[in-house]
Nanobody, 116 residues
């Protein structure tokens, strides 16, 4: 059974930074494209950032471009999301997700709260 351990969430003031990490196990991590999603109560999950298995040019939602950076370390089977210049509207539960050939696996999520 695929497992993800997400970490790095918490409470931060507007303008601050957080780094989320997602460590995968029981998966050949290097073969999977990796995504970060976020979700607020009553809303659908929103794709925030994605990176292919090759680590080529990542993609970002317009709302986070220039502030968030996704990266991966295949040796450590980890995908990270560096979040800078955080805004209150970035408050959400953030999920990592792995996808390949129509299959998708989800982490359990980590709460990010941006508030003064």
């Amino acid at each position: 059974q695929v497992q993800f351990v997400e970490s790095g969430g918490g409470l931060v003031q507007p303008g601050g930074s957080l780094r989320l990490s997602c460590a995968a196990s029981r998966i050949t991590f290097r073969l999977y494209d990796m995504d970060w999603y976020r979700q607020t109560p009553g809303n659908q999950r929103e794709l925030v950032a994605s990176i292919t298995s090759s680590g080529s040019i990542p993609n970002y939602a317009d709302s986070v471009k220039g502030r968030f950076t996704i990266s991966r370390d295949d040796a450590k089977q980890t995908v990270s999301l560096q979040m800078n210049s955080l805004k209150p509207e970035d408050t959400a539960v953030y999920y990592c997700s792995a996808r390949r050939l129509g299959a998708r696996y989800w982490g359990r999520g980590t709460q990010v709260t941006v508030s003064s």
